[in-house]
Nanobody, 127 residues
Framework: QVQLVESGGGTVQAGGSLRLSCAASGYTYTWNCMGWFRQAPGKEREGVATIYTGSGSTDYADSVKGRFTISQDNAKNTVYLQMDSLKPEDSAMYYC????????????????????WGQGTQVTVSS
């Protein structure tokens, strides 16, 4: 059984920081791409950042480049999303996801191939 559990969301003022965590358990060897996605009310789910776990290669949405950093701790089976210089438009439900795919597909940040999802953690940025 695979389980992804996000934590670290909350409410922060614009310009502030948050660090999201995604703890994975179960058959973690079945995937090699992990990602963070977000969805605001009335909007489509957006791929924020992905990491190819074997190489550590990362990819980011243009809207978060230079502000967000995805990283992994293999010993803890945990993926993080460090979010700095937060803006009100970053407010959304953030989801962690995992899948097995080729590196170039992982970099596309497309939600459709991801089969494992966490329950989400809410991030609210006030102006």
């Amino acid at each position: 059984q695979v389980q992804l559990v996000e934590s670290g969301g909350g409410t922060v003022q614009a310009g502030g920081s948050l660090r999201l965590s995604c703890a994975a358990s179960g058959y973690t060897y079945t995937w090699n791409c992990m990602g963070w996605f977000r969805q605001a009310p009335g909007k489509e789910r957006e791929g924020v950042a992905t990491i190819y776990t074997g190489s550590g290669s990362t990819d980011y949405a243009d809207s978060v480049k230079g502000r967000f950093t995805i990283s992994q701790d293999n010993a803890k089976n945990t993926v993080y999303l460090q979010m700095d210089s937060l803006k009100p438009e970053d407010s959304a439900m953030y989801y962690c996801a995992a899948a097995s795919m080729l590196s170039y597909l992982c970099a596309r940040r497309d939600a459709r191939p991801f089969g494992y999802w966490g329950q989400g953690t809410q991030v609210t940025v006030s102006s």
